[in-house]
């Protein structure tokens, strides 16, 4: 997230004079209440974050739950509470779940806050990202003995689990707290007192190689995120949210909010007008420009190739993906925004797919058709799953439509936070590229799944999500 949450300017009223008397007017009557804009919607709900985080209340629970959509700005959250915290005097442990979102929180508290001592706890055999490591208030260390002198200490949950201390942290936050298990909240949580935790409950649930069957049910359940199994646990905590996205444009913000998260609704932060996309070249006439004229107009597009079933990596999709792509570099889009106007370069453009071998095949495309794919060589669109787009950010995504081409709609292809991701990574527009069908492939297959005693019923499902998404994306449709 790039955008800081911040204040906005507040209405004043004013009463008419009564002509000739000089007496007030009693008025219209009040009226309905105006509603806060983005910025002070999202003011609003961060001081009451705040205050539960850092002034908790006497007799208030130890858990403190943040349910964020795409964008929402979690790490500028993270970031505030953690320098209110030490500004209150409390020592600060922050877990995350990759050493990539360790190193970004890192990056991004030592840049705000200089004088705050911050320690990177990190693996005896790994090293943390340079931009992590450049701030002269960083100190890093495979040992955390090595660190208490540090006003914050973060690192993974995977090492933090390692970690032995005769006096435990009285405060922490967990960041991306959906993305955690259960039990790797178990193995950490004898390190303090009180938490934070922040997450977007929408994207995917956590992940686990081995079944979990004999779980389903229990409310221990080591497969269940983190958040699910502390809330089934803690009945007082009421979850916080976080009611406005900074990232997803007015043209994105309302279909994912009524799609992914119909029971904590939230809104775009800019208005229709606010972005856009110009192409500086126009379209040769082919239905790739035509998907990219509708994309920068509309901010989406369904470029929709025959139907028909196909292998996994279906060489037409891939090739439609690759060609669209590159047109977009081709035609030097420029991207205007609240933030200012930039070109479109490769590195704010990325290509989200379910599946790591349909990456590599259109990464492998996109290659031969001479477009940047390796961050090594510079500036490069960025090609990878769903699971490892979570988090980023980019100015136009191309996505390959998990079902396209499927004979059939498993519990993998159908995940709804899966979908969701794919949907949320962009700022100013979506193309999806999919074959027809999907539609009644979801009809032809409905669910399937045992229904098992104690496990809560996810809504939206992945059926109802898809058919929401591909109904709006219906009106936005090019055939290839």
């Known amino acids: 997230m790039t955008t800081d949450m911040n204040p906005s300017g507040t209405e004043t009223e004013t009463a008419a004079d009564d002509a000739p008397t000089g007496r007030r007017s009693p008025g219209p009557g009040p009226g309905p209440t105006a509603e806060p804009s983005p910025g002070e ?136 707290a959906y993305q955690m298990r259960s039990d790797a909240l178990l193995a950490v949580a004898r390190l303090f007192e009180r938490a934070l935790f922040v997450g977007d409950p929408g994207q995917l649930d956590p992940f686990t190689v081995v079944g979990t069957d004999q779980w389903a049910g229990l409310s221990y359940d080591p497969s269940s995120s983190a958040v699910v199994t502390l809330l089934a646990h803690n009945p007082a905590i009421r979850p916080h949210r976080l009611p406005v996205s900074w990232r997803l444009p007015a043209s994105a913000a309302p279909l994912v909010s009524a799609a992914f998260y119909p029971y904590t609704p939230f809104r775009a932060g800019t208005g229709p007008d606010d972005r856009t996309l110009v192409p500086g070249r126009r379209g040769d006439g082919s239905a790739v420009d035509a ?22 990596t279906d060489a037409q999709a891939v090739a439609a993906v690759a060609a669209t792509v590159r047109r977009l570099l081709e035609r030097e889009l420029t991207a205007h925004s609240e933030q200012g106007s930039a070109p479109l370069t490769p590195g704010r453009v990325a290509v989200g797919t379910a599946h790591r071998d349909q990456a590599a095949a259109v990464r492998a495309e996109l290659a031969r058709l001479g477009v940047p794919v390796d961050p090594a060589a510079g500036e490069a669109v960025t090609v990878d799953t769903a699971n490892r787009l979570q988090g980023r950010e ?74 929401a998404v591909l109904a709006h994306l219906a009106a936005h449709r090019v055939r290839l």
């Open 41 to 176: 919607a999202a003011d609003r709900a961060v001081a009451g974050i705040l205050d539960a985080v850092v002034r908790p209340a006497p007799g208030a629970p130890r858990g403190v739950v943040v349910d964020s959509p795409p964008g929402a700005g979690k790490s500028t959250l993270v970031v505030r509470a953690a320098r209110e915290l030490v500004g209150a005097g409390e020592r600060l442990m922050i877990v995350a779940q990759t050493n990539s979102q360790v190193d970004d929180l890192v990056d991004r508290l030592a840049s705000k806050a200089p004088g705050i001592g911050i320690g990177r706890l990190h693996a005896s055999d790994s090293r943390p990202a340079p931009e992590a490591l450049r701030h002269a208030n960083v100190t890093a260390a495979d040992k955390v003995a090595d660190l208490l002198e540090q006003d914050v200490v973060i690192s993974t949950a995977a090492k933090w689990q390692w970690v032995k201390t005769d006096q435990p942290w009285r405060q922490a936050i967990v960041d991306e």
């Open 394 to 467: 980019y100015d136009v995504t191309v996505v390959l439509h998990p079902l396209s081409g499927r004979p059939d709609a498993t519990a993998f292809h159908l995940e709804t936070g899966r979908l969701c991701v794919l949907a949320s990574r962009h700022r100013h527009a979506c193309v999806v590229v999919a074959r027809a069908g999907i539609p009644e492939l979801l009809d032809d297959h409905p669910a399937t799944d045992p229904v098992q005693l104690g496990v809560a019923v996810k809504f939206p499902d992945g059926w109802e999500a898809n058919h």
């Open 291 to 312: 998907a990219i004229d509708e994309a920068a107009a509309s901010g989406w597009a369904l470029l929709e190739l025959p139907a028909r079933h196909t292998v996994r």
